[in-house]
């Protein structure tokens, strides 16, 4: 595993991992150990500027999680209030944004104030887009809870909500001061939803750190499962590869769009299900990987053996790797193709993909053909 420059591995009180997210006067630590949450208020109130914050949270979790932090950061000296949201993806909307950025406003919110994020990546990017826009910016910490925002949404400053017209099309650019993670309050969230989160793990195996796939092979269903000290291990590695990643391209214009590695498929796979629990977005990043990996192999950028060792690898511990596996897609080549030209990262009308010369070497190219995409999807969607 590469591990990479950003893990410094100096566990502070209670043997937490500490990777760095090295942006100049925006850096920022994330500590991830089993069992941190009980230090979540001692590590918090030092770097506050002022000893105020608002806890957002989500109703599923406030009711594990929120009134043992509420006391505890009141034991710290910090006096807080909290807003308990309603759970799922509905609550990233512009409606939501209203009510808790007008509920900050009314608990008297001051600039030098902190929203702190209790929850998923749903939890996340509102608070987080919050905090951004907040009397112009106000700080945020970020306590994710579910795999999914303890690999990926919690780390890299990417806040948002959703439009009408699609996934986080509002947003802004808001780096934490601070994220905490302890990957035991994933014992309370379900198989399912730890599964989504998995799939954003072998993500960055895939894009940049073969030996961390061939780890995770090994060692996949103690991640999920909760097996020993391997949840720890796969977080951290995550951390550390994607604070190197926004270290050196916080803003996306280059290196980071390796980051959407199934993306662009898994956005039409989306749409095509309407954002719903029929396809969780992890679930969808799974189907969207293999597929960036048997397109690149149809394209003659790596071998087939490639393509079918990531799939077995996400078949064993559960998650879906075809299209097929959602049931009544009813979606067509073109109908897909019409929706991946939505995405964000289309340039002068061209899809950018992330395709893969191999397991662990990925690239952005927006070279891809439309007439090899659609011999391509036509194949798997039939
Ligand atoms: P989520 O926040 O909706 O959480 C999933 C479910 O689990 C919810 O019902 C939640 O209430 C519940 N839950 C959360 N933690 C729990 C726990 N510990 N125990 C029991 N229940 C718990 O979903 P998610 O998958 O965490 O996040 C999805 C969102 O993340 C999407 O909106 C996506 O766009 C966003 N995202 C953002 C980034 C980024 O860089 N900002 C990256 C990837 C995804
Ligand atoms: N989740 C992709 C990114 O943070 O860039």
């Known amino acids: 595993m590469t591990g990479g420059p950003a893990l410094t591995g100096a566990p502070p009180e209670g043997a937490a991992a500490r990777v760095r997210v090295s942006l100049a006067e925006r850096s920022y630590d994330i500590l991830v150990g089993n069992g941190l949450r009980r230090r979540f208020a001692a590590e918090i109130a030092p770097v506050l500027a002022r ?50 950025t007008g509920r900050c406003l009314e608990l008297g919110l001051e600039r030098r104030d902190t929203l702190i994020a209790l929850g998923g990546g749903v939890i996340g990017d509102l608070a987080g887009f919050a905090a951004a826009v ?48 302890d990957p035991e309050t994933l014992d309370t969230l379900d198989r399912r939803q730890r599964l989504a989160g998995y799939a954003e793990t072998v993500k960055y195996g895939l894009i940049r750190d073969r030996a961390f796939f061939e780890w995770l092979e090994a060692n996949g269903r103690a991640v999920v499962d909760g097996g020993g000290d391997a949840r720890v291990r796969a977080i951290e590695t ?51 990987m293999c597929m960036a990996f048997d397109l690149s192999a149809e394209l003659g950028w790596t071998g087939g053996q490639e393509a079918a060792r990531v799939r077995a690898h996400l078949d064993s511990v559960g998650l879906p790797t075809a299209p097929a596996a959602v049931e009544g897609l009813g979606l067509t080549p ?49």
Do not use: W
Not at 77 to 91: I, N, W, Y
Not at 336 to 354: E, P
């Open 238 to 288: 995550a951390c550390a590869a994607k604070a190197g990643v926004v270290a050196r391209d916080e803003r996306e214009s280059g290196e980071r769009a390796l980051l959407n590695l199934g993306h662009t498929f898994a956005h039409a796979l989306e749409t095509a299900t309407g954002y719903s629990d029929r396809l969780l977005h992890g679930e969808a990043v799974a189907i969207g």
């Open 51 to 100: 000893p105020r914050a608002i806890v957002v949270t989500d109703e599923n979790v406030a009711a594990p999680y929120l009134a043992p932090l509420m006391a505890d950061l009141a034991a710290a000296g910090v006096k807080a209030d909290s807003v308990v949201l309603p759970p799922g993806e509905e609550t990233k909307s512009f409606a939501h944004l209203e009510r808790l």
């Open 134 to 181: 907040l009397l112009r910016g106000v700080g945020c910490i970020q306590l994710p809870t579910t795999l999914l925002a303890q690999v990926d949404s919690s780390v890299g400053g990417k806040t948002a909500i959703d439009m009408p017209g699609g996934k986080n099309l509002v947003g802004a650019f808001h780096q934490p001061g601070l994220v905490l993670i």
């Open 334 to 382: 073109a109908a897909a193709i019409g929706l991946m030209r939505r995405d964000k990262k289309v340039t002068d009308g061209r899809i950018a993909f992330v395709l893969v010369r191999g397991i662990g070497d990925a690239f952005v190219t927006a070279a891809v053909e439309e007439a090899d995409l659609e011999a391509y999807l036509s194949g798997v969607l039939g």
